[in-house]
């Protein structure tokens, strides 16, 4: 709402008239039709979502997941050598063949070295005298084998006497008897001057005393 004031002279007075304007539809609160925002008018912007708009808000929750705290892996690297050690490949000597029988004053001369002896239901037959080479060279592999095994020592033994053919010595008929495991014996004359390797498998001799 507006006031105007006229004046207007009549006759001489002046009048003074005030005329009341009203504007309709528009009151001294409301800004006139068109006019501008007055400044430092705060603006409240409403954004609306557009008709037929599928965006749904945004309800993930947020990571809750805690840090990864393991220690880095500081184990050194193995930096051992190969074994390149050769594989022991060292055969076990066998143990040596054990004496299974020691008979003492045992009746034996080997005059010519091919008599055989006879105890405890066993014949042993001669094969060498100690210290010499066979009668028959066809014995010396034999004698070899025989001579070349690891066994328990003998607790008698000669001194690489010799064989008698003439009548025994004090002492050369009579002797003891050493009986190892493996079919192999030794007779030692009491004097000590015939020492005969002997064995049970038979041999057949190609001389005559």
Known sequence: MSSIRVHARLGGVVLGLTFIVVVAGCTSD????????????????????PRGSSLAPDTTAPDTTAPDTTAPDTTAPDTTAPDTTAPDTTVSAP?????????????????????????????????VHSGFDPMDP????????????????????????????PAPGPGDDIGTLVVW?????????????????????????????
């Open 30 to 49: 409301d800004p006139a039709p068109g006019a501008s925002q007055p400044i430092g008018t705060d603006v409240v912007a409403q954004t609306t979502t």
């Open 95 to 127: 143990p040596p063949v054990e004496i299974v029988g020691v008979y003492e004053a045992i009746g034996f001369y080997p005059a010519c070295g091919n008599e055989a002896l006879d105890h405890e239901g066993v014949t042993w037959y001669p094969l």
């Open 138 to 165: 066809a014995l010396q592999d034999r004698v070899d084998e025989v001579l070349a095994v690891e066994r328990e020592d003998s607790p008698v033994s000669g001194v690489d006497g010799f064989a008698r053919v």
């Open 181 to 209: 495991a493996d079919g192999v014996a030794r007779w030692v004359s009491k004097s000590r001057d015939l020492d005969v390797w002997m064995i049970d498998d038979e041999i057949v001799y190609t001389w005559v005393c």
